[in-house]
Protein backbone atom coordinates (compact mmCIF):
# COMPACT_ATOMS: atom_id res chain seq x y z
CA UNK A 1 0.00 0.00 0.00
CA UNK A 2 1.17 2.93 -0.68
CA UNK A 3 1.16 6.76 0.56
CA UNK A 4 -1.34 9.34 -0.06
CA UNK A 5 1.68 11.52 -1.53
CA UNK A 6 2.84 8.86 -3.41
CA UNK A 7 -0.23 7.69 -4.99
CA UNK A 8 -1.09 11.75 -5.90
CA UNK A 9 2.49 11.78 -7.46
CA UNK A 10 1.88 9.01 -9.55
CA UNK A 11 -1.20 10.27 -10.83
CA UNK A 12 0.24 13.86 -12.04
CA UNK A 13 2.97 12.43 -13.15
CA UNK A 14 4.12 13.15 -16.47
CA UNK A 15 0.57 15.21 -16.65
CA UNK A 16 0.63 18.14 -19.17
CA UNK A 17 -2.33 20.60 -19.64
CA UNK A 18 -4.46 19.83 -22.62
CA UNK A 19 -4.09 21.65 -26.05
CA UNK A 20 -5.36 25.20 -26.56
CA UNK A 21 -8.83 26.13 -28.31
CA UNK A 22 -10.40 29.37 -28.99
CA UNK A 23 -13.60 30.06 -26.80
CA UNK A 24 -15.43 33.15 -26.82
CA UNK A 25 -15.23 35.76 -24.06
CA UNK A 26 -18.42 35.29 -22.55
CA UNK A 27 -17.68 30.68 -21.79
CA UNK A 28 -14.29 31.44 -20.72
CA UNK A 29 -15.15 32.07 -17.00
CA UNK A 30 -12.99 29.46 -14.59
CA UNK A 31 -11.33 28.11 -17.85
CA UNK A 32 -7.33 28.45 -17.99
CA UNK A 33 -5.43 30.53 -20.41
CA UNK A 34 -3.14 28.79 -22.99
CA UNK A 35 -2.15 31.69 -24.69
CA UNK A 36 -1.53 35.46 -23.41
CA UNK A 37 -4.69 37.53 -24.38
CA UNK A 38 -3.47 40.92 -25.08
CA UNK A 39 -5.32 44.21 -25.09
CA UNK A 40 -6.90 45.19 -28.83
CA UNK A 41 -6.82 48.42 -28.08
CA UNK A 42 -5.21 51.60 -25.93
CA UNK A 43 -7.98 52.39 -23.03
CA UNK A 44 -9.28 55.25 -23.03
CA UNK A 45 -9.07 54.66 -26.94
CA UNK A 46 -9.65 58.22 -26.89
CA UNK A 47 -9.28 61.35 -24.81
CA UNK A 48 -12.51 61.29 -22.55
CA UNK A 49 -14.53 63.47 -20.40
CA UNK A 50 -14.93 62.41 -17.02
CA UNK A 51 -17.42 64.65 -16.04
CA UNK A 52 -21.06 66.02 -17.46
CA UNK A 53 -20.19 69.32 -18.03
CA UNK A 54 -18.32 71.61 -21.05
CA UNK A 55 -15.30 71.07 -23.11
CA UNK A 56 -13.62 73.55 -22.86
CA UNK A 57 -9.82 75.57 -23.34
CA UNK A 58 -8.21 75.83 -19.33
CA UNK A 59 -6.59 79.37 -20.51
CA UNK A 60 -10.06 80.58 -21.26
CA UNK A 61 -11.24 79.77 -17.29
CA UNK A 62 -11.78 82.15 -14.79
CA UNK A 63 -14.24 83.24 -12.38
CA UNK A 64 -17.01 85.00 -14.21
CA UNK A 65 -15.87 84.92 -17.68
CA UNK A 66 -18.58 84.11 -20.19
CA UNK A 67 -17.75 81.42 -22.89
CA UNK A 68 -19.94 81.29 -25.75
CA UNK A 69 -21.60 77.47 -25.73
CA UNK A 70 -21.00 76.22 -29.43
CA UNK A 71 -22.50 72.51 -29.60
CA UNK A 72 -22.12 70.05 -27.73
CA UNK A 73 -20.47 65.74 -27.87
CA UNK A 74 -22.79 62.84 -26.35
CA UNK A 75 -21.10 59.60 -25.06
CA UNK A 76 -20.69 57.96 -28.88
CA UNK A 77 -20.17 61.08 -30.85
CA UNK A 78 -16.98 62.74 -32.26
CA UNK A 79 -16.57 65.92 -32.26
CA UNK A 80 -14.80 67.31 -35.93
CA UNK A 81 -14.65 70.91 -35.12
CA UNK A 82 -12.02 72.36 -33.10
CA UNK A 83 -13.61 74.25 -30.60
CA UNK A 84 -12.90 77.74 -30.73
CA UNK A 85 -11.21 79.91 -28.00
CA UNK A 86 -13.80 81.70 -25.86
CA UNK A 87 -16.12 79.12 -26.66
CA UNK A 88 -17.37 76.22 -24.70
CA UNK A 89 -19.39 72.68 -25.44
CA UNK A 90 -21.27 70.90 -24.00
CA UNK A 91 -19.96 67.34 -23.23
CA UNK A 92 -21.59 64.25 -21.47
CA UNK A 93 -19.78 61.17 -18.98
CA UNK A 94 -17.57 59.46 -21.54
CA UNK A 95 -17.96 61.01 -24.87
CA UNK A 96 -14.45 62.09 -26.83
CA UNK A 97 -13.23 65.56 -26.32
CA UNK A 98 -13.17 67.96 -29.24
CA UNK A 99 -9.78 68.91 -30.82
CA UNK A 100 -9.01 72.46 -29.14
CA UNK A 101 -10.53 71.46 -25.69
CA UNK A 102 -8.03 70.78 -23.22
CA UNK A 103 -10.16 70.59 -19.79
CA UNK A 104 -13.53 69.72 -18.86
CA UNK A 105 -15.75 72.06 -16.68
CA UNK A 106 -17.98 70.20 -14.40
CA UNK A 107 -21.81 70.90 -14.54
CA UNK A 108 -21.76 72.25 -10.89
CA UNK A 109 -18.92 74.74 -11.46
CA UNK A 110 -20.66 76.38 -14.10
CA UNK A 111 -23.86 78.70 -14.50
CA UNK A 112 -25.29 78.92 -17.89
CA UNK A 113 -27.25 81.65 -19.33
CA UNK A 114 -28.60 82.59 -22.20
CA UNK A 115 -26.18 80.92 -24.55
CA UNK A 116 -23.03 81.23 -22.33
CA UNK A 117 -21.73 79.16 -19.51
CA UNK A 118 -19.43 80.88 -16.75
CA UNK A 119 -16.86 78.72 -14.98
CA UNK A 120 -17.05 79.85 -11.45
CA UNK A 121 -13.10 79.16 -10.91
CA UNK A 122 -10.13 78.76 -13.03
CA UNK A 123 -9.31 75.18 -14.03
CA UNK A 124 -5.54 73.97 -15.25
CA UNK A 125 -5.06 71.98 -18.60
CA UNK A 126 -6.63 68.19 -18.23
CA UNK A 127 -9.30 68.84 -15.78
CA UNK A 128 -11.55 66.33 -15.94
CA UNK A 129 -10.10 64.59 -18.88
CA UNK A 130 -8.84 60.99 -19.07
CA UNK A 131 -6.12 60.56 -21.32
CA UNK A 132 -6.55 57.93 -24.15
CA UNK A 133 -4.13 54.97 -23.06
CA UNK A 134 -3.75 55.86 -19.59
CA UNK A 135 -4.95 52.56 -18.28
CA UNK A 136 -3.99 50.57 -20.87
CA UNK A 137 -1.60 50.73 -24.27
CA UNK A 138 -2.67 48.07 -27.22
CA UNK A 139 -0.73 44.96 -26.76
CA UNK A 140 -0.21 44.66 -23.06
CA UNK A 141 -0.99 41.41 -21.41
CA UNK A 142 -3.70 41.43 -19.52
CA UNK A 143 -3.92 37.38 -18.81
CA UNK A 144 -0.67 35.23 -19.12
CA UNK A 145 -0.62 31.26 -19.89
CA UNK A 146 -1.25 29.53 -16.78
CA UNK A 147 -3.40 32.22 -15.38
CA UNK A 148 -7.26 31.17 -14.12
CA UNK A 149 -9.99 33.68 -15.97
CA UNK A 150 -11.73 35.17 -12.73
CA UNK A 151 -14.82 37.36 -13.59
CA UNK A 152 -12.29 40.55 -12.78
CA UNK A 153 -9.70 39.36 -15.65
CA UNK A 154 -12.85 38.53 -18.03
CA UNK A 155 -13.84 42.08 -17.16
CA UNK A 156 -10.55 43.69 -18.50
CA UNK A 157 -10.56 41.69 -21.16
CA UNK A 158 -14.17 42.73 -22.75
CA UNK A 159 -13.29 46.44 -21.80
CA UNK A 160 -10.11 45.82 -23.71
CA UNK A 161 -11.92 44.91 -27.03
CA UNK A 162 -10.80 40.69 -26.86
CA UNK A 163 -13.87 38.64 -27.90
CA UNK A 164 -12.28 35.36 -27.62
CA UNK A 165 -9.44 33.37 -25.84
CA UNK A 166 -6.75 30.99 -26.24
CA UNK A 167 -7.51 28.64 -23.14
CA UNK A 168 -6.68 24.78 -22.42
CA UNK A 169 -9.26 22.23 -23.75
CA UNK A 170 -11.76 20.96 -20.62
CA UNK A 171 -10.84 17.51 -20.17
CA UNK A 172 -13.08 14.92 -20.75
CA UNK A 173 -14.23 12.09 -17.85
CA UNK A 174 -16.17 9.43 -19.39
CA UNK A 175 -18.23 7.77 -16.02
CA UNK A 176 -19.28 4.17 -15.09
CA UNK A 177 -21.26 3.57 -12.39
CA UNK A 178 -21.33 -0.19 -11.36
CA UNK A 179 -23.98 -2.31 -8.94
CA UNK A 180 -26.77 -3.94 -9.47
CA UNK A 181 -28.47 -2.89 -5.87
CA UNK A 182 -28.44 0.46 -7.69
CA UNK A 183 -31.76 2.14 -7.74
CA UNK A 184 -31.99 5.67 -9.50
CA UNK A 185 -32.23 8.91 -7.72
CA UNK A 186 -35.20 9.40 -5.63
CA UNK A 187 -36.56 6.49 -7.33
CA UNK A 188 -39.15 4.35 -4.62
CA UNK A 189 -36.97 2.24 -2.44
CA UNK A 190 -37.03 -1.64 -3.29
CA UNK A 191 -36.00 -4.67 -1.58
CA UNK A 192 -32.39 -5.34 -1.07
CA UNK A 193 -31.21 -1.72 -3.42
CA UNK A 194 -29.90 1.15 -2.43
CA UNK A 195 -29.89 4.39 -4.02
CA UNK A 196 -26.98 5.80 -6.13
CA UNK A 197 -25.26 8.82 -5.15
CA UNK A 198 -21.57 8.26 -6.61
CA UNK A 199 -22.32 8.61 -9.98
CA UNK A 200 -23.97 11.88 -8.77
CA UNK A 201 -20.81 13.32 -6.60
CA UNK A 202 -18.40 12.48 -9.28
CA UNK A 203 -20.09 14.39 -11.99
CA UNK A 204 -20.52 17.40 -9.53
CA UNK A 205 -17.35 17.50 -8.60
CA UNK A 206 -15.81 16.76 -11.95
CA UNK A 207 -17.79 19.42 -13.69
CA UNK A 208 -16.52 21.88 -10.32
CA UNK A 209 -12.97 20.57 -11.58
CA UNK A 210 -14.06 21.84 -15.30
CA UNK A 211 -14.72 18.41 -17.02
CA UNK A 212 -16.91 17.53 -19.28
CA UNK A 213 -18.93 14.01 -18.44
CA UNK A 214 -19.95 11.80 -20.49
CA UNK A 215 -21.74 9.47 -18.31
CA UNK A 216 -22.38 6.20 -19.55
CA UNK A 217 -24.96 5.27 -16.83
CA UNK A 218 -25.06 2.50 -14.41
CA UNK A 219 -24.37 -1.18 -15.04
CA UNK A 220 -25.36 -3.73 -13.49
CA UNK A 221 -22.69 -6.86 -11.84
CA UNK A 222 -22.21 -8.45 -15.07
CA UNK A 223 -18.20 -9.33 -16.42
CA UNK A 224 -19.49 -8.48 -20.49
CA UNK A 225 -21.51 -5.46 -19.88
CA UNK A 226 -18.36 -4.13 -17.82
CA UNK A 227 -15.96 -4.99 -20.39
CA UNK A 228 -18.09 -3.55 -23.28
CA UNK A 229 -18.53 -0.26 -21.14
CA UNK A 230 -14.87 -0.07 -20.44
CA UNK A 231 -13.73 -0.25 -23.62
CA UNK A 232 -16.39 2.60 -24.69
CA UNK A 233 -15.14 4.69 -22.01
CA UNK A 234 -11.46 4.41 -22.71
CA UNK A 235 -11.92 7.01 -25.31
CA UNK A 236 -11.81 10.50 -22.85
CA UNK A 237 -8.95 11.61 -21.16
CA UNK A 238 -10.31 10.03 -17.31
CA UNK A 239 -12.21 7.36 -17.08
CA UNK A 240 -13.54 6.64 -13.94
CA UNK A 241 -15.49 2.90 -12.36
CA UNK A 242 -17.46 3.40 -9.52
CA UNK A 243 -17.75 0.16 -7.38
CA UNK A 244 -16.76 -3.97 -8.16
CA UNK A 245 -12.97 -2.92 -7.88
CA UNK A 246 -12.74 -5.11 -4.82
CA UNK A 247 -11.68 -9.01 -5.10
CA UNK A 248 -15.34 -10.56 -4.23
CA UNK A 249 -17.22 -12.90 -7.03
CA UNK A 250 -19.12 -9.22 -8.58
CA UNK A 251 -16.39 -7.49 -8.90
CA UNK A 252 -15.86 -7.05 -12.43
CA UNK A 253 -13.83 -4.12 -12.85
CA UNK A 254 -10.30 -5.05 -12.51
CA UNK A 255 -10.34 -7.91 -14.75
CA UNK A 256 -12.16 -5.14 -17.16
CA UNK A 257 -9.55 -3.07 -17.07
CA UNK A 258 -6.93 -5.63 -17.59
CA UNK A 259 -8.87 -7.28 -20.52
CA UNK A 260 -8.82 -3.97 -22.36
CA UNK A 261 -5.27 -3.16 -21.89
CA UNK A 262 -5.10 -0.01 -19.35
CA UNK A 263 -1.92 -1.20 -17.16
CA UNK A 264 -1.97 -0.72 -13.11
CA UNK A 265 0.38 1.76 -11.74
CA UNK A 266 -1.06 1.41 -8.16
CA UNK A 267 -3.95 -0.44 -6.22
CA UNK A 268 -4.86 0.45 -2.62
CA UNK A 269 -3.82 3.58 -0.92
CA UNK A 270 -3.04 3.94 3.12
CA UNK A 271 -6.08 6.24 2.94
CA UNK A 272 -9.39 6.05 5.03
CA UNK A 273 -11.77 5.86 3.67
CA UNK A 274 -10.79 5.25 -0.15
CA UNK A 275 -7.87 2.46 0.36
CA UNK A 276 -8.89 0.04 -2.32
CA UNK A 277 -8.56 2.71 -4.87
CA UNK A 278 -7.00 1.28 -8.32
CA UNK A 279 -5.33 3.39 -11.01
CA UNK A 280 -3.89 2.80 -14.16
CA UNK A 281 -2.97 4.32 -17.81
CA UNK A 282 -3.90 3.27 -21.36
CA UNK A 283 -1.82 5.42 -23.77
CA UNK A 284 -3.00 9.08 -22.23
CA UNK A 285 -5.76 8.21 -20.58
CA UNK A 286 -5.92 7.85 -17.05
CA UNK A 287 -8.51 5.40 -15.34
CA UNK A 288 -9.70 5.17 -11.71
CA UNK A 289 -11.43 2.57 -10.22
CA UNK A 290 -13.36 3.90 -6.91
CA UNK A 291 -14.26 1.85 -4.01
CA UNK A 292 -18.25 2.06 -4.08
CA UNK A 293 -18.76 3.33 -0.60
CA UNK A 294 -20.43 6.86 -0.48
CA UNK A 295 -17.58 8.44 1.16
CA UNK A 296 -14.93 6.57 -0.47
CA UNK A 297 -15.83 7.99 -4.01
CA UNK A 298 -16.19 11.85 -2.41
CA UNK A 299 -12.51 11.59 -0.62
CA UNK A 300 -10.86 9.70 -3.73
CA UNK A 301 -12.43 12.59 -6.03
CA UNK A 302 -11.38 15.17 -4.15
CA UNK A 303 -8.10 13.51 -3.53
CA UNK A 304 -6.71 12.28 -6.89
CA UNK A 305 -9.42 12.82 -9.29
CA UNK A 306 -9.76 16.42 -9.44
CA UNK A 307 -6.30 17.49 -9.22
CA UNK A 308 -5.55 15.19 -12.38
CA UNK A 309 -8.61 17.43 -13.98
CA UNK A 310 -6.89 20.87 -12.83
CA UNK A 311 -3.55 19.77 -14.06
CA UNK A 312 -5.48 18.60 -17.68
CA UNK A 313 -7.26 21.86 -17.51
CA UNK A 314 -4.46 23.68 -17.12
CA UNK A 315 -3.82 24.60 -13.46
CA UNK A 316 -0.76 25.67 -12.47
CA UNK A 317 -1.11 24.27 -9.33
CA UNK A 318 -3.37 21.47 -8.79
CA UNK A 319 -2.91 19.84 -5.55
CA UNK A 320 -6.08 19.26 -3.35
CA UNK A 321 -6.21 22.73 -1.24
CA UNK A 322 -6.04 21.95 2.17
CA UNK A 323 -6.55 24.61 4.72
CA UNK A 324 -5.37 24.51 8.13
CA UNK A 325 -7.59 24.56 10.98
CA UNK A 326 -7.60 23.40 14.87
CA UNK A 327 -10.05 20.53 16.19
CA UNK A 328 -12.52 21.34 17.90
CA UNK A 329 -12.29 17.48 19.80
CA UNK A 330 -9.60 14.50 19.78
CA UNK A 331 -9.32 12.93 17.06
CA UNK A 332 -6.97 9.89 15.77
CA UNK A 333 -6.32 8.06 12.39
CA UNK A 334 -7.07 4.24 12.65
CA UNK A 335 -4.55 1.30 11.30
CA UNK A 336 -1.95 2.99 9.96
CA UNK A 337 -4.10 5.23 7.44
CA UNK A 338 -4.47 8.94 6.96
CA UNK A 339 -8.19 9.48 7.96
CA UNK A 340 -10.46 12.28 6.04
CA UNK A 341 -12.85 12.75 9.19
CA UNK A 342 -16.24 14.12 8.24
CA UNK A 343 -16.26 17.36 9.83
CA UNK A 344 -18.16 20.20 10.25
CA UNK A 345 -16.06 23.42 9.54
CA UNK A 346 -16.35 26.86 11.56
CA UNK A 347 -14.33 30.01 11.98
CA UNK A 348 -13.43 30.09 15.47
CA UNK A 349 -13.10 33.70 17.83
CA UNK A 350 -9.73 34.11 16.73
CA UNK A 351 -10.49 33.25 12.46
CA UNK A 352 -8.74 29.79 12.49
CA UNK A 353 -11.29 27.48 10.94
CA UNK A 354 -12.30 24.58 13.52
CA UNK A 355 -12.66 21.75 12.77
CA UNK A 356 -15.70 19.21 14.52
CA UNK A 357 -15.54 15.52 13.28
CA UNK A 358 -19.06 14.27 13.25
CA UNK A 359 -19.81 11.47 15.68
CA UNK A 360 -20.12 8.95 12.59
CA UNK A 361 -17.51 8.20 10.95
CA UNK A 362 -17.34 5.97 7.87
CA UNK A 363 -17.14 5.04 4.78
CA UNK A 364 -20.75 4.06 4.26
CA UNK A 365 -22.18 6.80 6.78
CA UNK A 366 -23.53 9.08 4.44
CA UNK A 367 -25.88 10.76 6.92
CA UNK A 368 -22.69 12.31 8.68
CA UNK A 369 -22.04 14.17 5.42
CA UNK A 370 -25.52 16.30 6.03
CA UNK A 371 -23.85 17.55 9.32
CA UNK A 372 -20.20 18.44 7.37
CA UNK A 373 -18.86 20.79 5.47
CA UNK A 374 -15.61 18.97 4.19
CA UNK A 375 -12.92 16.37 5.83
CA UNK A 376 -10.70 17.22 9.02
CA UNK A 377 -7.19 14.80 8.14
CA UNK A 378 -5.74 13.02 11.04
CA UNK A 379 -2.46 12.06 9.30
CA UNK A 380 -1.22 8.70 9.60
CA UNK A 381 1.70 8.96 11.87
CA UNK A 382 0.59 10.14 14.52
CA UNK A 383 -1.41 8.47 16.97
CA UNK A 384 -3.67 11.26 18.93
CA UNK A 385 -4.67 15.10 18.15
CA UNK A 386 -5.78 16.27 20.92
CA UNK A 387 -8.36 18.94 20.89
CA UNK A 388 -6.95 22.23 20.26
CA UNK A 389 -4.60 20.27 17.13
CA UNK A 390 -3.68 21.77 14.62
CA UNK A 391 -5.13 19.96 11.33
CA UNK A 392 -5.27 20.15 7.89
CA UNK A 393 -8.86 20.45 6.39
CA UNK A 394 -10.09 20.09 3.19
CA UNK A 395 -13.47 21.63 2.51
CA UNK A 396 -16.19 20.35 -0.09
CA UNK A 397 -18.64 22.96 -0.62
P1 LIG B 1 -18.36 -2.10 -4.13
O1 LIG B 1 -17.09 -1.30 -4.17
O2 LIG B 1 -19.01 -2.20 -5.47
O3 LIG B 1 -18.13 -3.43 -3.49
O4 LIG B 1 -19.37 -1.32 -3.20
C1 LIG B 1 -19.10 -1.07 -1.85
C2 LIG B 1 -20.33 -0.55 -1.16
O5 LIG B 1 -20.71 0.69 -1.73
C3 LIG B 1 -21.53 -1.43 -1.28
O6 LIG B 1 -22.24 -1.38 -0.06
C4 LIG B 1 -22.34 -0.80 -2.38
O7 LIG B 1 -23.73 -1.05 -2.29
C5 LIG B 1 -22.05 0.67 -2.18
N1 LIG B 1 -22.12 1.36 -3.46
C6 LIG B 1 -21.53 0.94 -4.59
N2 LIG B 1 -21.77 1.80 -5.58
C7 LIG B 1 -22.55 2.77 -5.07
C8 LIG B 1 -23.13 3.94 -5.63
N3 LIG B 1 -22.96 4.28 -6.91
N4 LIG B 1 -23.87 4.73 -4.83
C9 LIG B 1 -24.05 4.39 -3.52
N5 LIG B 1 -23.52 3.30 -2.95
C10 LIG B 1 -22.77 2.49 -3.70
MG1 LIG C 1 -20.50 -3.27 -6.31
Not at 145 to 161: C, E, F, Q, Y
Not at 300 to 322: H, K, M, N, Q, T
Not at 350 to 357: I, K, N, Q
Amino acid sequence: MISIERALELVLDGLEPLGPERVPLADAAGRVVAEPAASAVDLPPFDRSAMDGYAVRAADTAPGVALRLAGGVAAGEVAVATLEPGTAARISTGAAIPPGADAVLQSELAEETDGTVAPTRALAPGTHIRVRGEDLTQGMVLAAAGDTLTLPRISALASAGVGEVAVHRRPRLDLIVTGSELLPLGAPPEPGRIHESNGLMVRLLAARAGAEVVDHGVIGDDREATVAAVSEGLSGDVLVVSGGVSVGPHDHVKPAFEACGVDEVFWRVRIKPGKPLWFGRRGDTLVFGLPGNPLSTIVCSAVFIDPALRRLAGERDARPRYEAGRLTRAARASDGRTEYLTAALRPGADGVLEATPTDRQGSHMTGALGESDGFAIAPEDIDELPAGAPVDVLRLG
